[in-house]
């Protein structure tokens, strides 16, 4: 399909830090897009970039046909942008606040608020929209900065984790929408570390770790080319992470086993990819003979998580708290300089 949006070797850096290292994609016409990969991986930067609203140190942008980095006033009126923290007037009401919107995007004041009217049962918000905005819930506040974007009918909408800590009914109104709008024609790029957000939308995805693109196709294509079974075990009194790698090491050497993560989130248990079942009963007369007991072992088809595992060597829990944990570093650094 023809590509409404090519991103071609982007690079970034904030200081010392390399967020992008040549984040290459293309986005085609009318398809939901999905970025997947934990906080800190550059999914943010890339859609800013994208968005103008960053300068990138090297790469090219092209959206539908138009230079995104010598044209942005052009651009800027393709797309809708929803960044992932909410920024909303607490003192307009919510039809005040579309309205300011509707003007700074140059509409009439007849096309301004026909769109209004039809973006407030799109996403149900009449109970509440003519309500202050400082009043409103995290939901009602996501719902409106989505309608905010979509006011000028953009061709690209373009979504930072747009339901991240929302509740199942407003995510369950965001998923809709998007779906509608998919089907109409308009083209979504969507980033996320929801794992069934990505699989339920996407048509095509990009998994990104470490400012770069590790996989790219559909959600099937990817775990199709997995293939395989995974396995989740546990060994008992399997309690640190150095006892786990003596067993990891164990399953390495077994025909059949594709691959052996320790995943720490889930209390040091091992995951694996085998060939097929017929790998699960060498797998435990091995671990009988070095006197490991199996405590626990579940058995399922590839999902999303485990092509991340596959192409990373980590889950992607185990990445968000590798994240949260570099973070929580610096922010210890910066107190004891202080």
Not at 104 to 116: A, E, P, Q, T, V
Not at 184 to 191: E, V
Not at 325 to 330: C, F, M, S, T, Y
């Amino acid at each position: 399909m023809e590509p409404l949006v090519q991103i071609k070797s982007l690079f970034k850096s904030y200081g010392s830090v390399r967020a992008l290292k040549g984040l290459s994609l293309n986005i085609s016409k009318g398809t939901l897009f999905g970025l997947l990969g934990p906080n800190g991986s550059g999914k943010s930067t890339t859609l800013r970039i994208l968005c103008t609203l960053l300068a990138p140190d090297s790469g090219q942008i092209s959206i539908a046909g138009l230079d995104a980095l010598n044209n942005s006033r052009a651009v800027r009126r393709q797309l809708g942008y929803v960044a992932q923290e909410v920024a909303i007037d607490k003192i307009l009401t919510g039809r005040e606040l579309l309205q300011l919107q509707g003007d700074l995007y140059h509409l009439s004041s007849k096309d301004r608020d026909s769109r209004i009217d039809e973006l407030i049962i799109r996403l149900d918000m009449s109970d509440w929209i003519n309500r202050r905005c400082g009043s409103y819930s995290g939901g009602m506040r996501r719902r409106l900065d989505l309608a905010s974007g979509l006011l000028h009918r953009p061709e690209l909408l373009v979504l930072d984790e747009p339901t991240v800590g929302l509740d199942i009914e407003s995510r369950t109104v965001i998923w809709e929408l998007l779906r509608q709008l998919r089907s109409q024609g308009t083209t979504i790029l969507l980033s996320s570390h929801y794992l069934e957000e990505i699989e339920s939308l996407a048509d095509r995805m990009a998994i990104i770790d470490d400012g770069h693109v590790i996989a790219e196709g559909s959600p099937d294509e990817l775990k199709q080319k997995l293939g395989g079974d995974r396995i989740t075990l546990r060994v008992r009194e399997f309690s640190n992470e150095e006892e786990s790698k003596k067993v990891k090491k164990l399953l390495e050497s077994i025909s059949g086993v594709r691959r052996v993560v320790v995943n720490r989130a889930q209390g040091f248990s091992l995951n694996l990819v085998v060939d097929d079942e017929a790998v699960l009963s060498c797998l435990r007369e091995q671990l009988e003979s070095e006197k490991f007991d199996v405590f626990a072992l579940s058995q399922s088809r590839p999902s999303l998580d485990d092509v991340y595992l596959q192409a990373t060597g980590r889950t992607l829990m185990d990445a968000e708290l590798s994240a949260a944990g570099q973070r929580d570093l610096k922010l210890e650094s910066k107190t004891a300089m202080r």
